[in-house]
């Protein structure tokens, strides 16, 4: 499985950015799918899941409100629409796929079994 993250960039704060995770070699639709970041110097953490069909989401509180996670399972695509970006959402960005076929998401990173390579996230000031 290949997960390719895209999407990432240079934005003031108040300002949007919508990331993309195109996967591959896999039944994507099956499926629940993550976004995590991790900031310099501090541990990967959890952003945003979405189960199998898309119709359940579930978000960190730090990004509850903000950001919106979706999927489109005829393109193999997860996607992170951030809004109101914050100096602190700076962080480089993974998409990860989870373990467990028709689940409903997770928010632990061991839960996942398959990492796209990150995109970079800074948010200015």
């Known amino acids: 499985v290949q997960l390719q993250a895209s999407g990432g960039g240079l934005v003031q704060a108040g300002g949007s950015l919508r990331l993309s995770c195109a996967a591959s070699g896999r039944s994507f639709s099956r499926y629940p799918m993550g976004w995590f970041r991790q900031a310099p110097g501090k541990e990967r953490e959890f952003v945003a899941s979405i189960d199998w069909s898309g119709g359940s989401t579930y978000y960190a509180d730090s990004v509850k409100g903000r950001f919106t996670i979706s999927r489109d399972n005829a393109k193999n695509t997860v996607y992170l629409q951030m809004n109101s970006l914050k100096p602190e959402d700076t962080a480089v960005y993974y998409c990860?796929?989870?373990?467990?076929?028709w689940g409903i998401g997770a928010v632990r990173a061991d839960d996942y079994e398959y990492w796209g390579q990150g995109t970079l996230v800074t948010v200015s000031s």
């Open positions: 990860a796929a989870d373990r467990v076929e």
